[in-house]
């Protein structure tokens, strides 16, 4: 990551060996094949107009953290960073869903640890724990907008349930 800071004060991720794929999937995918602990995956974000991207950022931190307690589960670690961009991959991120709070020439994107997992087709029958956490998130925060039961996998390794949808975006 670069030490270059920018008028938001998130860190500028360096541009990659590997360029920034479109499909989260498959940047995690091209990192395990390459033996990585983490990946780099763009993010979307949504919420108040009225705020800047760095309390939406924080915002969302919070919500991650409420609906993790609430699940009894943990948020896959990971860090937000700018991400420079060619003008055809900013014009698609702001398509779909990164607004102005971004500065030109960048997307937001995330550092995601790798969570080791089995990857299988069929769905995995969370435990009662996330799906009444998730029902207690909606009933007292539910400022979550993109939450759903299929975002928690459970870690191969140490047996605990994590929460992948880190994307900020959040209800207005």
């Known amino acids: 990551m670069s030490e270059i800071q920018n008028d938001t004060s998130l860190p500028i991720f360096e541009v ?6 479109i499909s989260s999937e498959m940047q995690l995918s091209s990192a395990v094949q390459d033996g990585e602990d983490r990946f780099l995956r763009p993010v979307y974000t949504s919420g108040p107009i009225n705020s800047d991207l ?14 993790a307690c609430q699940t009894q589960t943990e948020v896959v670690p990971h860090r937000f960073g700018l991400y420079p961009a060619d003008k055809v991959l900013e014009n698609y991120y702001r398509a779909h ?3 102005g709070l971004i500065p030109s ?11 080791p997992h089995e990857d299988s087709r069929m769905l995995k029958l969370r435990p009662h724990s996330i799906r009444q956490g998730i029902k207690l998130y909606r ?20 047996g605990a349930w994590t929460y992948l949808g880190i994307e900020p975006r959040l209800r207005g």
Do not use: P
């Open 54 to 67: 760095e309390s939406r950022l924080e915002s969302a931190q919070h919500e991650f953290k409420l609906l």
């Open 105 to 115: 020439g960048y997307i937001l994107a995330a550092e995601v640890k790798i969570i």
């Open 139 to 158: 009933q007292t925060s539910n400022k979550l907008a993109n939450l759903s039961a299929r975002q928690f996998i459970q870690n191969s390794e140490t």
């Open 97 to 99: 869903g990164q607004n």
């Open 16 to 21: 990659q060996e590997r360029r920034l794929l």
